[in-house]
């Protein structure tokens, strides 16, 4: 149980252009979702925490208007970046918490590679 | 302002032990994890320790040190697949993870 599934697994996109990255609980219900973004031989950086039917927190030095996070289900968080530029281009990783779980358990998705031509 | 240390990378034999280690200062502290990450992959749960000493897990072990922001990831045994990078994490006060920046390891027949 607690599968993370995230879609697409990897994309291409030119410059300018925008970015949509799901990810979905798909066997329990998530009250905080959490997007990172790893780019290469670097660690995990959390981009934002985004709690079901409110505005999402986002981390020092992300910009919200960029990174468009939707937390619109239990099930399921999606992170829109916006006029993508090749800067972007990274892993971008969400996880999840379940309902009445443990705070200190995440269940990470399979990542989404991102590259900005 | 919150640190996570562990080495960049590290070399070990077939069949050998490897202990990678990690260092920390956070603000709060709620546990820590190691987790296991193949290039190109998401990290995957290793192990959890909140309280002080050794827990043991098949061929994976890790100790944890409060009072000296400490903790180690042991590995038995090892095999070629054991080659990944590792990555220690800290949940601090507010139930967010601090990240480690991985330390390879590489296995040599």
């Known amino acids: 149980g607690a599968v993370v599934s995230q879609h697409p697994s990897r994309v291409i996109c030119k410059s300018g252009t925008s970015v949509k990255i799901e990810c979905r609980s798909l066997d329990f219900q998530a009250t905080t979702m959490f997007w990172y973004r790893q780019f290469p031989k670097q660690s995990l950086m959390l981009m934002a925490t985004?709690?079901?039917?409110?505005?999402?927190?986002?981390e020092q030095g992300v910009e919200k208007d960029k990174f468009l996070i939707n937390h619109a289900s239990l099930t399921l968080s999606t992170l829109t970046v916006t006029s993508a530029h090749p800067e972007d281009s990274s892993f971008y990783i969400c996880?999840?918490?379940?309902?009445?779980?443990?705070?200190?358990?995440?269940?990470f998705g399979p990542g989404t590679r991102l590259l900005v031509l | 302002g919150q640190n996570i240390d562990q080495p960049t990378e590290m070399t070990a034999t077939e069949g050998a032990i490897v202990q990678i280690n990690c260092t920390y200062q956070?603000?709060?502290?709620?546990?820590l994890f190691w987790y296991q990450q193949h290039a190109g992959e998401a990290p995957t749960f290793l192990s959890y320790n909140v309280l002080d000493g050794l827990e043991e897990k098949g061929r994976f072990s890790s100790f944890l040190s409060r009072s000296k922001g400490y903790s180690y990831l042991l590995l038995k045994e090892l095999q070629m697949k054991d080659s990944a990078s590792y990555l220690c994490?800290?949940?601090?006060?507010?139930?967010?993870?601090?990240w480690g920046a991985g330390t390879k390891l590489i296995i040599k027949p």
């Open positions: 985004s709690n079901e039917g409110s505005k999402a927190t986002y």
């Open positions: 996880s999840a918490r379940a309902v009445g779980g443990k705070k200190e358990t995440q269940y």
């Open positions: 956070t603000s709060g502290f709620n546990g």
């Open positions: 994490a800290v949940m601090d006060s507010n139930y967010q993870l601090i």
